[in-house]
């Protein structure tokens, strides 16, 4: 079945250094891929999503590019600041018709001022 | 503003008891998910509903049962027959198909047992 796999956390960074997260999916077909974000005691938002092969998704300085040929999506963001301190989850939604998004485990970031 | 209201937000619950977590939007969206977070996990899904009057299982349905006769509304009960119920529960909502642009998620309920 369907599957995505996130690096493990906590990854703890400096404000302004370099942010990487590893995602990598298992799934049939093409499925659409997404970031989301969890700010403490808070619900999921949609950070940025990629639909089809090569398609980069970016928002708020994060990005993120759909890579078919290494079943990756994985995120980045070139100067992080404190307030992106959060759980970021890797997902994506399988081509079949039943609209079921398929969650990695989370990743918590912090930042350090 | 449209969104999904998620109630209450903390709630306790003593063993053997039943209880119902409410989750109503006004987004006019036909989907509807349930979806359960622990520690150190992604989130699994309980529960969805595509249509009113209509729902499906998801990966962990055992000790669950919801409904669906309104679209705007999609309440979950966790039953004693759930082993261990303590958890963070998120609903969530799209336009039916249209997945691909992304899920609109409630702020949660965090469910304890005492």
């Known amino acids: 079945g369907n599957s995505v796999t996130q690096m493990e956390g906590p990854v703890t960074l400096s404000e302004e250094a370099f942010l990487t997260i590893n995602c990598t999916y298992t799934?049939?077909?093409?499925?659409?891929l997404f970031w989301y974000v969890q700010y403490p005691g808070e619900g999921l938002q949609l950070l940025l999503k990629?639909?089809?092969?090569?398609d980069k998704g970016s928002n708020k300085g994060f990005e993120a590019t759909y890579r078919k040929e290494t079943t990756s999506f994985h995120l980045e963001k070139g100067s992080v600041q404190v307030s992106d301190s959060a759980v970021y989850f890797c997902?994506?939604?399988?081509?079949?018709?039943?609209?079921?998004?398929?969650f990695g485990q989370g990743t918590t970031l912090q930042v350090k001022p | 503003d449209g969104g999904i209201t998620q109630s209450p937000k903390y709630l306790f619950r003593k063993e053997g008891q039943n209880v119902t977590l409410s989750c109503e939007q006004n987004?006019?969206?036909?989907?509807m998910y349930w979806y359960r977070q622990d520690p150190g996990q992604g989130l699994r899904l309980i529960y969805y509903?595509?249509?009113?009057?209509?729902?499906q299982k998801g990966d962990i349905a055992e000790g669950y049962s919801v409904s669906r006769e309104k679209k705007e509304s999609f309440p979950l009960t966790v039953t004693s027959a759930q082993k261990n119920p303590t958890a963070f529960y998120l609903c969530?909502?799209?336009?039916?198909?249209?997945?691909?642009?992304?899920?609109?998620f409630g702020s949660g309920t965090r469910l304890t047992v005492v």
């Open positions: 799934a049939t077909g093409y499925p659409s």
């Open positions: 969530a909502s799209t336009h039916r198909g249209q997945g691909n642009y992304g899920y609109t």
């Open positions: 997902a994506l939604i399988g081509s079949s018709n039943t609209g079921k998004l398929i």
């Open positions: 987004l006019n969206h036909d989907a």
């Open positions: 509903s595509q249509i009113v009057n209509d729902f």
């Open positions: 990629a639909t089809k092969a090569d």
